[in-house]
């Protein structure tokens, strides 16, 4: 895969089990919680629960874990979740094969108030603890065991929803959503220090996504053949550039930047900062961005012109998804690396045609010989597995072959 520079809907190729006309729609939802107060019940959960970042020894991944997976429950829409929380940011990137650009405000509502519901359900549950409840609350909270989710089925308090929703703002192309996670990642982005390589705390952003990576929650029901960690794709893009831009192998200008990298050197000057930060992007990160999302592009507009026209001819055909997803499975695998199909459907053709041959001339045997067996049952059963076989898919091979035949009159390919 690979992304396009600045707008977050990625139309990834459509799936085998979803609609064939359906696209991949990916959104982060960037929450500003500075703008919210201290002792907000948003600002209490999220520092108790999901942590600052900072929990290095103890990080929560139970509860990232239980919020990625609520959220991506919440919605038969999403298909899969991702959560970022530290010091400087509290991300949500969604991916859906059915939403899209006009249903952003319905995801952050569904987002807003989900994180609202979850905030009050922890507020509520603690206000009134004694101290021993305390204690033990908090010992659950550090050793990170399963956390108590809210069930209420009873709508928050819209004001506090309307809270979170005015604080949220949304990336919703794919090109938009990887630069700004890799310059997170780069430590490039940073609202309260600058682009430092040789920052060790600039760092632990690498290990922050990598745990998000690991709390990614996505649904179960995707075959091998379906990209249902399209959420992790993102991530993983973003972590390669920014180990990218802290390697002096890759990226030897960082270099120049080497005296300024303790914790006492002071700030390098901005006209260096800025050319070396300029190069590193530019060069380097820039790149690998355009590269994941051009693939892409050329990837969906392929795969889109096969399946709609495998579509068309199953319409005509009578054929129903669950067949032709099994008909076209091998030259959407090809596709999906970018491969060319039409050898492969010749040959198919080929086999097909052998096949059925082959199919007829046993059925014809059968019938000859059925004077010499005590009925067809009998008959069936002596005959070995391959000629049983070629009978058993001898309905599904003559669909298969008219549905090949039919493509190959209009070749797309």
């Known amino acids: 895969m690979r992304l396009r520079h600045l707008a977050f809907l990625l139309v990834t190729l459509t799936t085998l089990i979803l609609p064939i006309s359906s696209y991949t729609s990916y959104f982060c939802l960037r929450l500003n919680f500075s703008s919210l107060p201290q002792s907000s019940s948003f600002t209490r959960w999220r520092t108790s629960t999901l942590g600052t970042g900072a929990d290095y020894a103890t990080p929560k991944l139970n509860h990232l874990r239980s919020l990625t997976s609520k ?58 603890l004694s101290l021993a409840g305390s204690l033990i609350n908090s010992l659950r909270l ?8 809210s069930t209420s089925p009873e709508p928050p308090s819209p004001s506090k929803t309307n809270q979170i929703l005015s604080n949220i703002s949304t990336l919703n192309s794919t090109s938009s959503i990887l630069t700004y996670l890799s310059l997170a990642a780069a430590g490039m982005n940073n609202p309260k220090r600058n682009y430092n390589p040789y920052n060790s705390r600039d760092s632990h952003i690498m290990l922050q996504l990598k745990r998000t990576l690991q709390c990614t929650s996505s649904v179960s029901a995707y075959t091998v053949d379906q990209r249902d960690q399209s959420v992790n794709d993102l991530i993983k893009v973003a972590i390669k550039c920014g180990a990218i831009a802290r390697n002096e192998n890759q990226c030897s200008i960082i270099k120049e930047l080497k005296e300024y990298g303790g914790k006492y050197s002071g700030d390098a000057p901005c006209d260096l ?7 590193v992007f530019e060069d380097h990160l820039k790149p690998i961005i355009s590269e994941f999302v051009n693939f892409e592009s050329n990837d969906i507009n392929d795969m889109l012109i096969f399946r709609t026209k495998s579509n068309d001819i199953a319409k005509k055909l009578n054929i129903d998804s669950s067949t032709l997803n099994k008909i076209i499975h091998e030259p959407t695998l090809l596709l999906k690396d970018n491969e060319p199909i039409n050898e492969n459907i010749k040959s198919r053709i080929n086999d097909l045609q052998n096949e059925l041959v082959l199919g007829e001339a046993i059925l014809i045997r059968n019938e000859s010989q059925l004077g010499s067996f005590v009925n067809e049952d009998e008959q069936w059963k002596s005959m070995d597995e391959q000629d049983i076989e070629v009978l058993s898919n001898r309905e599904f091979a003559l669909v298969e072959l008219k549905f090949w035949e039919t493509y190959n009159e209009n070749r797309i390919n």
């Open 273 to 279: 900062l800025e050319r070396v930060t300029d190069e």
């Open 142 to 149: 550090l050793l990170d065991l399963p956390p108590s989710f």
């Open 71 to 128: 959220i991506l429950n919440s919605d038969s829409r999403i298909s899969s979740c991702a959560v970022l929380s530290n010091c400087a940011r509290f991300d949500v990137l969604l991916s859906s094969e059915d939403l899209s650009d006009a249903d952003i405000q319905s995801v952050n509502e569904l987002v807003a108030t989900t994180l609202v519901q979850e905030s009050e359900h922890y507020v509520s549950n603690t206000k009134e």
